[in-house]
């Protein structure tokens, strides 16, 4: 199975910083079928990101995704106070699919 | 509203088995597949299996082959585990995946665009 590892584990950052997530593959993820997901304390996991690039709907421009083969990035431009949460990548393009660890975006 | 409501909280002896719902609203419910997600205490997200609503055509993690069932009727999607061991104590969601795009010679088609609706997670506490 194809493993995500993401970096880094936690980000300290402050409102209306850059935050920049990393998520690499153990080998190359076909199509770039990778996804981001957003997951607050108590709530279930919101799609941000799908196919490395699109935007979900309703999404905010401020998020966005790059990256194909075995290195996916999502870039949330300038952080508002609502970003603060756990960040999730998926790779589906190979079964089973798989996640990373997670990325915490904490307040510094 | 497009939406999937999940039933309620369980707890289960070990050795026993779960059933957990899935109901479907505000959409077509068979025009997509659904996956299923369970995510154990602090831990990460744990992909367990996909099904087609569309035929029933299921993919399994294999780590949980022989122990899961997935299956749906009119509107809603089921997950049944059994043979329940203290490491199944997680949240199990449910999330809408894949939208059906027609039906070939080959099989149906599904175009997979991430897990774009999720329900609202049921808690399964294993214990004795």
């Known amino acids: 199975e194809i493993v995500l590892t993401q970096s880094p584990g936690t980000l300290s950052l402050s409102p209306g910083e850059r935050a920049t997530l990393s998520c690499r593959a153990s080998?190359?993820?076909?199509?770039?079928?990778s996804a981001w997901y957003q997951q607050k304390p108590g709530q279930a996991p919101r799609l941000l990101i799908y196919?490395?690039?699109s935007r979900a709907t309703g999404i905010p421009d401020r998020f966005s995704g790059s990256g194909s083969g075995t290195d996916f990035t999502l870039t949330i431009s300038r952080l508002e106070p609502e970003d603060f949460a756990v960040y999730y990548c998926?790779?589906?393009?190979?079964?089973?699919?798989?996640f990373g660890q997670g990325t915490k975006v904490e307040i510094k | 509203q497009v939406q999937l409501v999940q039933s309620g909280a369980e707890v289960k002896k070990p050795g026993a088995s779960v059933k957990v719902s899935c109901k479907a609203s505000?959409?077509?419910?068979?025009?997509?597949?659904i996956s299923w997600v369970r995510q154990a205490p602090g831990q990460g997200l744990e992909w367990m299996g996909w099904?087609?609503?569309?035929?029933?055509n299921t993919n399994y993690a294999q780590k949980l082959q022989g122990r899961v069932t997935m299956t749906t009727d009119t509107s809603t999607a089921y997950m049944e585990l059994t043979s329940l061991r203290s490491d199944d104590t997680a949240v199990y969601y449910c999330?809408?995946?894949?939208?059906?795009?027609?039906?070939?010679?080959?099989?149906?088609?599904?175009?997979?665009?991430?897990?774009?609706?999720w329900g609202q997670g049921t808690t399964v506490t294993v214990s004795s």
């Open positions: 999330a809408r995946e894949g939208a059906f795009g027609g039906n070939y010679p080959s099989g149906p088609l599904y175009y997979f665009h991430g897990m774009d609706v």
């Open positions: 505000g959409f077509t419910f068979t025009s997509y597949g």
């Open positions: 099904i087609s609503v569309y035929n029933g």
């Open positions: 080998q190359s993820v076909s199509s770039s079928y």
């Open positions: 196919g490395a690039s």
């Open positions: 998926q790779q589906y393009g190979s079964s089973p699919w798989t």
